[in-house]
């Protein structure tokens, strides 16, 4: 296996998501990772970098998202980072709660937690948020 590293930089428009979406997924293809597994990575990208653009930078295209894709014979990584406010993730309410199923928003994190098998969260002295997320091989 190569080891490989992309890291992009990208605007804090909605169009990002897609930008990302296809950067992953031409990675994941070149790792030769299966449908399934690619399914739910892009599930996780798509939420990340949707957190990131809406609720870290706030669509202030003044700002940008870095995505950063390395790979290692175990696992591969994906880091998002967003230059906003940051927030605490356990803030976040329990989407599969009675009085949250019918909401409309805020499953994000519950999907980045199912489809990956580590998530986390870091806050950035200079400001930001970074999310972390490891798929194991």
Do not use: C, Y
């Not at 990131?52 to 390395?70: F, I, P, R, T």
């Amino acid at each position: 296996m190569t080891l490989e590293t992309t890291e992009l930089r990208l605007p804090s428009r909605i169009e990002a998501v897609s930008e990302a979406a296809a950067a992953v997924s031409e990675f994941l293809n070149r790792l030769g990772i299966d449908e399934r597994t690619a399914f739910g990575v892009d599930m996780a990208v798509r939420e990340a970098v949707t957190n990131a653009v809406l609720h870290g930078n706030k669509l202030d295209e003044a700002k940008v998202v870095d995505l950063k894709l390395s790979n290692s014979p175990e696992a591969f990584e994906i880091i998002v980072h967003d230059q906003g406010r940051g927030f605490n993730p356990g803030d976040i309410p329990d989407p599969t709660t009675e009085e949250n199923l019918l909401k409309t928003s805020g499953r994000g994190i519950f999907f980045m937690r199912n489809f990956m098998d580590t998530v986390d969260w870091s806050a950035d002295p200079k400001g930001g948020t970074t999310v972390r997320m490891l798929k194991k091989l």
